[in-house]
């Protein structure tokens, strides 16, 4: 659906229409859906062919459209009608829709379970009277429901009561335009302050660069560092574009839990009213999901604040409240029959009423009093939110992206997509489009299929994927002709499929998974876009890994009327770019203003080391006794050392203990839970002598409690990605691209290992007046084409190429101006 609130006029299709509802719909059990809808187009072909047989002028997949007018709003309507047949002087206008239970069906059951295909019809035969007047009085509408199984079909006659449904369905679209008419003249009226109590120096004109950047580019990169307080500025730049109506809504996505807390905090800091005078303040604490953040500090003429309605949007499994999580009506009390049940559960008053309470326990409480999926309230009140928060997954992953796209009004020209972290956005859709298929998983779907009832040309197709799966030798590639068995065997279990209901409930949700990957298998095998690697890391396990989604990225990317991309290290422009499928001209790059960093560095090149996996081990000695070295010389909190990975940091432990240096050493543990990781961070900046982090795990660059509060920190080498098929793959792929093998190096590996120094070291510093002192404890640091990659702050750093130079650094006082 379009629709432009101001001329009061929407564009939809009928089908659109004839489905629309307030509320959930039954959509299927997940990809069974996909299923369905493949299902429908087979038995569309075979009734073409049969009614073509009967009536050779017969018309197909007719156009029909039209203006509608209702309650003031002009709805402009296509479809197309499947069949038109013309019998003496009545016009037949024909449906064909499949069931998958047995025909023929009591009228008053189909009228009642499938009341929007009886709709669809009745705004055929509308729009036909509209169109062709003549017609008026000598048209019928025919449903025929064709049974799946058998292909055996009934049909039903429209009635006049059925033609009643259409003005229930005007109903619901003109009570959805009037709600999106409100929001908009509450957005204009939006009051809020700014993100900051006092701007620190180059904030201000950083978001001055930010507007004036988004006022020519629609797709702006955003570098700013850890702590310049970037989510703040990019939210104040959004409220401004939402309330001047440039945009309909924000769309923030980030890849960290406590990054979305951090927008759902600042937003609510934002649209809070003033304290009163003399009024002590506390921070706010960190919401557990979604809000409407209210701002008194004007009142509307009824009393209310003017609000900012915000839904951080929690994953599926998340929101569930059944005995386990797995989607299916038949599994699911919660979500069977949602579309008849939903109007008197009461739960619309979470989208109605804007300041009732929206956090994770209050819709889990609410779906399980009403019998009621939690979830689809969060689908449901979606629409009416003015800005949503949450995983990349939700625009950028195929499997998830359906909750943003199939939302009613859903346009992503009129919306403004933040990513934030969006240096990790290239990896995590490259991840989002790779799967992953075992032997194990094979064989333990057989084994089940074997207790269906189930055709045995399936079980024959099931058993031959399982054979290829299970005998399959760890290689860097498959070879061709396995990968032409693998697609063959694929099609035909997707082709099965297609004709045989299974029971995915009594499969359960891990095998119902394996069948339902079958189609996205075939579909990854057959892509023409994205570059790709079949392999096996290990014996009878295969890995369909997508190196590069940039043309997907792109491609969703342009389809936004304004986007912002943050980081604190987005990396050289040319590769990043790439890396986006962008080029050069489409994206503009605006760097933040922060001249309290400089000189909060003092960086120093360790080059009596060579911390190279074939090389590190004859350092460990001298890295243990740098470490103490440092310890000694700290004048603020432990040592904090950034290792490239956990192996390396247990052999410093305890080399450290092996010397006889006594130094109370914390190494990172394997922590999921935020809160726990920050708890030992704080407990050990008391405790510890010195905090062995790992470079790119969250305690590195997820944890903002190390600013200020250490005097000193090293750096054990770059962390340069592991070597493996995947990485080869990637770089032989940039060269027959037409990359150097020089620069396809640096995409593969130097960047992103650099990256990850980088994301660690800017932890260190995140406000004005602290300092600390680095040491790149690797001579590779020294090498130009390393260096380069580093950060502004850190590159330039004397090189220390012996004991003595080491101990001289050590000793100077660090420069603080």
């Excluded at 199939?406 to 799967?435: F, M």
């Excluded at 045995?456 to 498959?478: H, K, M, N, P």
């Excluded at 061709?480 to 035909?492: A, G, I, K, N, S």
């Amino acid at each position: 659906m379009d629709f432009d609130l101001a001329a009061k006029t929407a564009r939809l299709s009928v089908g659109e229409l004839a489905d629309f509802s307030i509320g959930p719909r039954d959509g299927g059990d997940g990809p069974t859906g996909v299923w369905r809808a493949q299902l429908g187009s087979h038995w569309h072909r075979e009734m073409q062919v049969q009614t073509t047989s009967e009536h050779p002028d017969a018309h197909f997949e007719v156009t029909i459209e039209g203006d509608v007018y209702h309650r003031g709003w002009r709805l402009q309507l296509t479809g197309r009608i499947d069949q038109l047949i013309t019998l003496g002087d009545t016009t037949v206008l024909r449906e064909i829709k499949t069931v998958t239970r047995p025909v023929p069906i009591a009228e008053s059951e189909l009228r009642a379970d499938y009341p929007h295909y009886f709709a669809q019809l009745a705004i055929y035969l509308a729009l036909r009277r509209i169109n062709a007047p003549t017609d008026r009085e000598n048209l019928r509408g025919e449903l025929v429901f064709v049974e799946t199984a058998s292909g055996l079909s009934q049909t039903l006659v429209l009635t006049r009561d059925d033609e009643s449904l259409l003005d229930q369905r005007l109903d619901r679209v003109t009570q959805f335009l009037d709600l999106n008419q409100r929001a908009l003249e509450r957005r204009r009226t939006l009051h809020f302050q700014p993100p900051f109590a006092a701007l620190r120096p180059g904030q201000e004109d950083t978001r001055a660069l930010l507007e004036n950047a988004l006022a020519t580019r629609p797709i702006v990169a955003f570098e700013a560092p850890t702590g310049f307080g970037k989510t703040g500025v990019m939210l104040e730049v959004a409220l401004h574009a939402l309330r001047d109506a440039r945009v309909d809504r924000i769309l923030y996505l980030t890849s960290k839990s406590t990054g979305q807390l951090q927008v759902v905090e600042t937003l609510q800091r934002m649209t809070a009213p003033p304290a009163p005078a003399n009024t002590p303040t506390s921070p706010a604490e960190a919401p557990d999901t979604c809000h409407v953040l209210r701002d008194s500090s004007t009142q509307a003429p009824n009393g209310e604040g003017h609000t900012l309605a915000v839904w951080h949007v929690r994953n599926k499994a998340e929101h569930c409240v059944n005995h386990s999580f797995h989607c299916t009506r038949d599994n699911c009390r919660f979500i069977n029959d949602l579309e008849s049940r939903w109007p008197q559960s009461g739960l619309d008053r979470f989208h109605l009423f804007e300041d009732h309470p929206r956090d994770l326990p209050t819709l889990r409480a609410a779906g399980d009093h009403a019998g009621i999926c939690p979830y689809e309230i969060t689908r449901t009140a979606l629409a009416f939110q003015d800005v949503w928060i949450g995983d990349y997954n939700y625009v950028f992953a195929p499997r998830n992206r359906g909750l943003f796209e199939n939302q009613p009004g859903w346009n992503p020209a009129r919306t403004l997509l933040i990513v934030d972290e969006a240096h990790n956005l290239p990896a995590r859709v490259a991840d989002a489009h790779s799967h992953i298929l075992t032997g194990a998983a094979c064989r333990a779907t057989l084994a089940e299929l074997d207790h269906q009832r189930v055709p045995s040309s399936l079980i024959r197709a099931w058993e031959s994927l399982t054979l290829i799966v299970a005998g399959q030798r760890a290689c860097d590639a498959v070879d061709l002709p396995t990968e032409d068995d693998l697609l063959d065997v694929l099609q035909r279990i997707a082709d099965q499929l297609l004709n045989v209901p299974l029971d995915y409930t009594a499969l359960g949700p891990d095998l119902a998974d394996t069948l339902w990957l079958c189609a996205d298998l075939v579909e990854w095998l057959q892509s023409p876009t994205l570059t790709r690697l079949l392999w096996a890391p290990v014996d009878a396990e295969l890995h369909f890994t997508c190196l590069d989604a940039a043309p997907v990225i792109g491609s969703l990317l342009r389809g936004f009327g304004q986007v912002m991309l943050a980081s604190a290290t987005l990396g050289p422009p040319d590769a990043f770019n790439a890396s986006l499928g962008l080029d050069t001209a489409a994206l503009h790059y605006v760097e933040a203003l922060t001249p309290w960093r400089d000189h909060s560095y003092d960086v120093a090149i360790d080059a009596r080391v060579d911390t190279r996996y074939q090389q590190r081990s004859r350092h460990y000695a001298l890295t243990a006794a740098t470490v103490a070295d440092l310890h000694t010389a700290a004048t603020r909190g432990p040592v904090v050392v950034f290792f490239p990975s956990y192996a390396y940091a247990r052999a410093i432990e305890q080399q450290l203990v092996d010397d006889g240096h006594p130094l109370r050493v914390a190494l990172q543990p394997r922590l999921p839970d935020l809160a726990a990781q920050s708890a030992w961070v704080e407990q050990n900046l008391t405790f510890a002598d010195a905090l062995f982090l790992v470079l790119g795990s969250s305690f590195a660059e997820g944890i903002d409690l190390l600013g200020g509060r250490v005097s000193h920190a090293m750096v054990v080498g770059p962390a340069l990605p592991e070597v493996n098929a995947r990485q080869r793959a990637r770089l032989d792929e940039l060269e027959r691209a037409g990359a150097t093998r020089e620069a396809a190096f640096d995409r593969v590996y130097r960047i992103p290992g650099i990256q990850k120094v980088n994301q660690g070291l800017g932890r260190l510093v995140r406000a004005p007046g602290q300092h600390t002192r680095v040491l790149l404890h690797c001579r590779r640091f020294m090498d130009t084409a390393f260096a380069r990659l580093l950060a502004r702050d850190y590159q330039f750093g004397e090189t220390l190429p012996d004991k003595d130079a080491f101990h001289t650094w050590l000793e100077t006082p660090v420069r603080t101006d």
